[in-house]
């Protein structure tokens, strides 16, 4: 199966400071969803993003599909924004459908 | 629009029982996945249905097996429950074959 690596595992911030969480994967991918799980469990789509740019709000996203990665950008941080993001991405071909995802990025925002 | 349903919320079940759990999909979504979590493996997948065939599946033991109705709600059953059971299953559904996926609040399985 695809491979998926997010750095890094915990992120500690204050209020307001910025951050990057990163996701890379083994493989041509379809599909590139980024989730914000929150703290009951449910896993809230912050963007499908499987190449190119995108904004909403105070977070962004970039994916470079020919190298294989993408980042997720957070603005201003504040507490809400604590909770464990995580990358996923959709195999082609006879896994599609199936979502793989990395371990996730554990952030503390601190007021 | 509402989003995917999944209950019951929280379960306890004793070693060896079997349990059935369900998920409605958002409306219009005829494909339903089925997610276990847990803090040793993470997020793993389970099986795919759409249209009422399995058109995937991961590497899970027989024991969990799944199904999907005509209004597209799926269940997933566990049976002879281990502790290792014990998770978080969470179930996505998307729109025909687009890639995007939209999880449910999960259901918190404990196995005692």
């Known amino acids: 199966g695809i491979q998926v690596e997010q750095s890094p595992p915990d992120l500690i911030l204050q209020e307001g400071a910025n951050s990057t969480l990163r996701c890379n994967f083994s493989?041509?991918?379809?599909?590139l969803q980024w989730f914000h799980q929150n703290p009951w469990g449910q896993l809230i789509n912050l963007f499908y993003?499987?190449?190119g740019t995108k904004q909403n709000g105070r977070l962004s996203a970039t994916t470079v599909a020919t190298e294989r990665y993408s980042l997720l950008y957070i603005s201003s941080s504040q507490t809400t924004d604590s909770g464990v993001y995580f990358c996923a991405v959709d195999g082609r071909g006879s896994t599609l459908g199936r979502l793989y995802f990395g371990r996730g990025t554990q952030l503390t925002v601190w007021p | 629009k509402a989003g995917v349903t999944q209950t019951p919320r929280y379960l306890i079940k004793t070693r060896g029982q079997q349990v059935t759990l369900s998920c409605s999909p958002i409306?219009?979504?005829?494909?339903v996945s089925w997610y276990q979590q847990t803090p040793g493996q993470g997020l793993q997948f389970l099986f795919e249905?759409?249209?009422?065939?399995?058109?995937n599946k991961g590497n899970f033991p027989g024991r969990f097996s799944g199904r999907q109705f005509s209004n597209s709600r799926s269940e997933m059953n566990v049976s002879t429950l281990e502790l290792g059971d014990s998770a978080l299953y969470l179930c996505a559904s998307r729109y025909g074959d687009s890639y995007e996926q939209y999880f449910g609040p999960g259901t918190r399985l404990t196995v005692t």
């Open positions: 493989d041509s991918v379809n599909n």
């Open positions: 249905y759409f249209s009422e065939t399995q058109r």
């Open positions: 409306s219009g979504h005829r494909s």
């Open positions: 993003i499987p190449s």
